[in-house]
């Protein structure tokens, strides 16, 4: 089945739409730990206690 130029074009822009809105919040991750300075995958995490 052979798709006119119409919906290949359409399908593409859909496709890259929603490649950019899946990485837009990574993005904005890094962005914020490389202004801040932070790195937390290097911080020891803190344990926490259940108590019952």
């Known amino acids: 089945m052979k798709l006119d130029k119409v919906t290949r074009n359409k399908i593409t822009r859909d496709a890259l739409i929603s490649i950019f809105l899946f990485a837009l919040p990574v ?24 108590s019952r």
């Open 27 to 50: 993005l904005l991750m890094l962005l914020s730990f490389k202004i801040s300075g932070q790195r937390p995958w290097k911080q020891q995490a803190a344990t926490a206690k259940v």
